[in-house]
């Protein structure tokens, strides 16, 4: 639902400061729950999706009054009376903890993809579809690939290095085990499924450009990200496991078609969800904060475009 509780811990001496904030934002409830500790008390505020933002950016500017400041967020499944309020979008601070748990390096994460890339090879080299949606299904590729786009518009250097190196390492994982495979099978059966993996067009460059684009606006909107974590997988583990099992094989012609295919679908998902996070207004919320994370954002444009631009030339003009 796009209404949320805000649960606001502060000074007695910030009172009149919270009511007149929630009064310009268009809270539409405030009241003050109880006091604490004497000098101290919890207010509780009810905003939408279109005042969100800017009520909890307004309340930060509090936060110097008391070291005790504090913001809780909560969902709020139904109110009564309704209020008129659609749609539904999280704030900055609430899609920086969705990207920080999406780009954990873990040992679910690595059980994960190895799971996914066993998966997605029997079904590739059974050229049964089925098992390989289900294999795309519990890929975990979606996290990484977002938080990096997310940390870019933000400049957030520590995330975008733990969501880079999460992604390499999956991926790379991913292609570890494929390999494997490849090495210890009897060759390259007669799939479709698989065969269709080794070579790339526009129309896979579209549908990488597709799954950044969707998954970013599920996660700005508070939607569930499961079906938009299956393209995104669409686009990543299906051509990674084929690499890997074409390289383990020896196939090399046939695993330098999968590489390009997989390469353009990971730069295609984070320049498109880069570009969806600055169109939806994902920035710092300092303004000196905004100024020292243009680089990053002007850097991050240039290079993946760049790249693209480079893989797009290697589609056209194949080198086998």
Not at 180 to 185: K, N, T
Not at 218 to 247: D, K, N
Request: hydrophobic letters at 50%.
């Amino acid at each position: 639902m796009a209404l949320k509780m805000l649960q606001v811990t502060a000074p007695l001496a910030a009172e009149q400061s919270i009511r007149k904030i929630s009064e310009m934002e268009g809270v539409i409830s405030f009241h003050k729950d109880c006091d604490t500790d004497g000098d101290h008390a919890v207010y509780s505020l009810l905003a939408d999706s279109a005042h969100r933002q800017r009520l909890v950016d307004d309340l930060q500017n509090l936060v110097k009054m008391s070291p005790r400041f504090r913001i809780n967020i909560f969902t709020v499944d139904t109110t009564i009376p309704t209020a008129g309020s659609t749609g539904s979008v999280d704030t900055r601070e609430e899609l920086l903890v969705k990207m920080e748990r999406g780009a954990e390096l873990d040992f679910n994460y690595l059980l994960l993809t190895f799971l996914s890339t066993l998966v997605a090879i029997i079904g590739l080299l059974q050229d049964n579809i089925a098992v390989v949606v289900g294999a795309m299904v519990i890929a975990p590729f979606l996290g990484p690939n977002l938080a990096f786009a997310f940390a870019t518009s933000l400049g957030n250097k520590e995330l975008m290095r733990q969501a880079f190196l999460t992604g390499t390492i999956g991926v790379g994982f991913a292609v570890l085990v494929s390999a494997a495979y490849g090495y210890l099978g009897d060759g390259v059966p007669v799939s479709q499924e698989l065969m269709s993996r080794t070579s790339i067009g526009m129309d896979g460059v579209a549908l990488a450009v597709a799954s950044g684009v969707a998954g970013v606006l599920s996660l700005t909107s508070g939607l569930s990200m499961t079906l938009v974590g299956v393209m995104v997988a669409v686009a990543i583990l299906p051509p990674a496991a084929t690499f890997g099992y074409m390289a383990g094989a020896g196939e090399f012609k046939l695993a330098y078609g999968a590489l390009l295919m997989v390469s353009v679908n990971i730069v295609c998902v984070n320049l498109s969800g880069l570009m969806v996070f600055l169109a939806k207004g994902i920035k710092p919320r300092l303004w000196f904060e905004r100024k020292m994370t243009k680089p990053y954002v002007v850097g991050g444009i240039a290079v993946w475009s760049a790249l693209l631009g480079l893989m797009i030339a290697a589609i056209k003009y194949p080198l086998f």
